[in-house]
Every structure is written in C-alpha cells, then in structure tokens.
C-alpha cells in the first residue's frame, strides 16, 4: 500500500534553499515514477519534477529549472526535491506523487496528476 509522507518545508527567505523529502512507508520507489507537484491558494496545479522509474528525470518546470533538482536515494527510499534560490512565488503547498504504468509525459501529468498522493508540506518564501 502505497503511503507517501513529505517533510522538509517551511517558512525561509527569498534566496535562501529548502530540501524537501518524500518516503513510502520505508518502500523502494522503483516500480514508480515520481512527480513533486505544488499548488499556491486560488492558483492551478504545477507539476514542478518528475523522475521515471528509470532514473531519468523527465521534467521539470520552466520557472524552476536551475533552481530545483527532484533525485532519488534508493538506499534511503526517499525521493528529494531541491530547491535553491528560493523565491516568494515559489510559496506554495509541495506534494509528492507516484505513477505506475508507462510514463504519462509532463502534458498528461500537468492536467490529471498521478496515481498516489501525499497530504503535502507547505513552503512559504518571504520577500
């Protein structure tokens, strides 16, 4: 059963860098691909990163490239998301997903999302 928890977020200034983590119960992620998503209030739904099963990272959101790194530590069963140079419209609520099946592709992904969801962990970015 798949039971995502993310952690790591916070209330940090614009420039400063946050690393947020995702685990699955102490589960591998291996037969997943992964996605980090975010939603600021009143905005739609980004999807920010997304890893494929295979390792490769598949996307990443314009706004954040350069800035934002998705990776997996498989030993640690946990997946991150790096964030540098942190903005204040970088605020938002960050949620981690997991996909199975073939890779949707980050048009798919953007408007239906994945299969699994965490409850989230909120960034806030002061100016």
């Known amino acids: 059963q798949v039971q995502l928890v993310e952690s790591g977020g916070g209330l940090v200034q614009a420039g400063d860098s946050l690393r947020l983590s995702c685990t699955n119960s102490g589960r591998t992620f291996n037969d997943y691909h992964v996605g980090w998503f975010r939603q600021a209030p009143g905005a739609k739904r980004e999807f920010v990163a997304g890893l494929h099963k295979n390792g490769d990272v598949l996307h990443v959101l314009d706004s954040v490239k350069g800035r934002f790194t998705i990776s997996i530590d498989n030993a640690k069963s946990t997946v991150y998301l790096q964030m540098n140079f942190l903005k204040p419209e970088d605020s938002a609520k960050y949620y981690c997903?997991?996909?199975?099946?073939?890779?949707?592709?980050?048009?798919?992904?953007?408007?239906?999302?994945?299969?699994?969801w965490g409850k989230g962990t909120l960034v806030t970015v002061s100016s």
């Open positions: 997903a997991l996909d199975e099946g073939a890779w949707g592709g980050s048009s798919w992904y953007d408007h239906h999302g994945m299969n699994y």
